[in-house]
Nanobody, 120 residues
Framework: QLQAYGGGLVQAGGSLRLSCAAS????????VAWFRQAPGKEREFVAS????????YYADSVKGRFTISKDKAENTVYLQMNSLKPEDTGVYYC???????????????WGQGTQVTVSS
C-alpha cells in the first residue's frame, strides 16, 4: 500500500515536498513514480526512480525544478518541488511500475493522491 502526502497551497515560485510511503516491501524490480492530474486532464507522468539504483526520470516540464529521491530505510520516495508554477496544480499520485513508464495505465499500484495548488 502506498500513501502520498505533503500537498498544500503555495504561491508561484514556492516549494513543496511530497512523500510517498510504502507499507509493504519494495523490490529491486520496482520503480516508484509520481503522476499528477489537473481537472479535466489525463493523469500525466512527473518523475520516477528505480528502487534498485540511482536512476531517475523526469518529465520535460519539471526538469530542473523537481527532484525525486528515496530513503530506503524509511521505505519512502520524495518529490521536492521548487519554483512551482500555477500549471503544476493538480492531484499528485505515486505508483509502482516495473519499467520506466510515462503512461499512467502502466502503473500497477496507486496510492491515494495529495492536492497541490499553486496560486499566481
Amino acid at each position: 500500500q502506498l500513501q502520498a502526502y505533503g500537498g498544500g497551497l503555495v504561491q508561484a515560485g514556492g516549494s513543496l515536498r511530497l512523500s510517498c510511503a510504502a507499507s509493504g516491501r519494495l523490490y529491486s524490480s520496482h520503480l516508484v513514480a509520481w503522476f499528477r492530474q489537473a481537472p479535466g486532464k489525463e493523469r500525466e507522468f512527473v518523475a520516477s526512480t528505480r528502487w534498485s539504483d540511482s536512476r531517475t526520470y523526469y518529465a520535460d516540464s519539471v526538469k530542473g525544478r523537481f527532484t525525486i529521491s528515496k530513503d530506503k530505510a524509511e521505505n519512502t520516495v520524495y518529490l521536492q518541488m521548487n519554483s512551482l508554477k500555477p500549471e503544476d496544480t493538480g492531484v499528485y499520485y505515486c505508483g509502482i511500475t516495473f519499467a520506466y513508464e510515462t503512461n499512467y495505465r502502466a502503473v500497477k499500484r496507486w496510492g491515494q493522491g495529495t492536492q497541490v495548488t499553486v496560486s499566481s
